[in-house]
């Protein structure tokens, strides 16, 4: 039990979430190793959305809205964060989900897609079920993907991406979104929109944001596309960093 007082309270809440999913299986042991980087650059961006995050977050539910054949991607990290708000997003915007794993077992993918059915969704790709295309570049299980979802997609939502999929992803022409709290990642890097935020915090902003352009001509939501730079919304990121931990001194 986790005193509310506890000035951490937030953090170690995230914490007992995914050590109870790698109990259950859902999360990877990686997915804890993973949590811990995502949680040491949380802390240091003031475990809150910034400015930026949120121009990233405005960017990415134009994409979104625009796209003919988008598809949200879920991990174990992700199935344990943020299971139903994954398939609110998914309700907002009439895309589909799609189970994709780094390290996939037929174990696991069973159990997220029991997760993202109870969290409400009626359909998941990327079971066992599917039939799959072979993503160019990469090799072994992660290199499938659902074809009716990931491998047709024309825009891909990817939260916590390897860096390796993530270019094969962009490699293949697809409009790669991502939300990574490490902006220096590969992922991050490869990425067209990167949302450098907590993926708990970054998904009920997308809601809202989606929910906030519906309707918007699309020569708006083009533009607000248009006018994002990915590079620079990083470097504020990094920027936000070495100023609240310098006192914005300058080197
Ligand atoms: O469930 P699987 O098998 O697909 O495996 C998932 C992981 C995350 C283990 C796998 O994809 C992996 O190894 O990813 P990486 O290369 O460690 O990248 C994960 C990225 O997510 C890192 O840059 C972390 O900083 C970032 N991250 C971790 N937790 C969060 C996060 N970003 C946003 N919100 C978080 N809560």
Redesign the pocket.
């Known amino acids: 039990m986790i005193p509310k007082d506890h000035p951490r309270y937030e953090s170690l809440l995230l914490r007992a979430r995914v050590v109870e999913a790698y109990k259950k299986g859902i ?2 042991d ?2 804890l190793i ?2 811990g ?2 949680e040491a ?1 949380d802390y240091l961006l003031g475990e809150k959305t910034t400015r930026n995050a949120r121009k990233a977050v405005k960017a990415a539910a134009a994409a979104l809205i625009l796209a003919k054949n988008p598809v949200l991607s879920v ?3 992700t199935a344990a ?1 943020v299971p139903k708000d994954i398939v609110k997003l998914a309700k907002v915007l009439d895309s589909k989900i799609e189970i ?5 077992t037929p174990g696991r993918v069973k159990l997220i897609e029991e997760v993202l059915k109870d969290g409400g969704a009626d359909n998941v790709l990327g079971t066992d079920r599917d039939e799959k295309g072979m993503i160019q570049g990469l090799e072994g299980p992660r290199a499938s993907a659902s074809r009716d979802g990931v491998y047709m997609a024309d825009l891909v939502l990817v ?5 390796d999929r993530a270019e094969a992803l962009v490699k293949l022409g697809k409009l790669l979104i991502t ?4 902006p220096l ?1 590969r ?1 991050a890097q490869a990425a067209s929109i990167t949302i450098v935020d ?3 915090r970054a998904i009920p902003n997308l809601i809202e944001a989606v929910k906030e352009l519906e309707g918007t001509d699309p020569s708006t939501l083009h533009a607000i596309v248009k006018d994002f730079n990915n590079q620079e919304n990083i470097g504020q990121s990094l920027k936000k960093i070495s100023k609240k931990h310098t006192g914005g001194l300058k080197s």
């Open positions: 999360l990877a990686s997915g993973a949590h980087r995502g650059f991990n174990g990290n964060l994709n794993l780094f390290y996939r939260p916590l991406e390897d860096g939300i990574d709290l490490n990642s992922t907590n993926i708990v």
